[in-house]
């Protein structure tokens, strides 16, 4: 088992920043990639960006690429979304997710490879 604790969302004005974390326990050692998610209200969960920890290469939404950066830190079983230029689309509950299964990069950009979800984290911009 895996467990995901995220943190670092709140209220944030247009133009903002935010830097959130996915903090993890457990058996963190069979995961190869971590996963951001968003979900707005009465909208599908959509995926924002990944890392794959053996790597650290990343891959990223169009929505968010150029503006949002991931990064992990082996050490600390952390891996954090830095989130720049933020919209008021960007508004959603964010979470992380963890993949204990290889698989080529643009499989990561689905929910399906991930076993383990964290609880979510509120990011509000406002205009």
Do not use: H
Request: glycine share 14%.
């Amino acid at each position: 088992q895996v467990q995901l604790v995220e943190s670092g969302g709140g209220l944030v004005q247009a133009g903002g920043s935010l830097r959130l974390s996915c903090a993890a326990s457990g058996r963190i050692f069979t995961n190869y990639a971590m996963g951001w998610f968003r979900q707005a209200p009465g909208k599908e969960r959509e995926f924002v960006g990944f890392i794959r920890w053996s790597s650290g290469s990343t891959g990223y939404a169009d929505s968010v690429k150029g503006r949002f950066t991931i990064s992990g830190d082996y050490g600390k079983n952390t891996v954090y979304l830095q989130m720049n230029s933020l919209k008021p689309e960007d508004t959603a509950v964010y979470y992380c997710a963890a993949s204990g299964r290889n698989y080529y990069s643009g499989t990561y950009y689905q929910p399906n490879p991930y076993d383990y979800w964290g609880q979510g984290t509120q990011v509000t911009v406002s205009s």
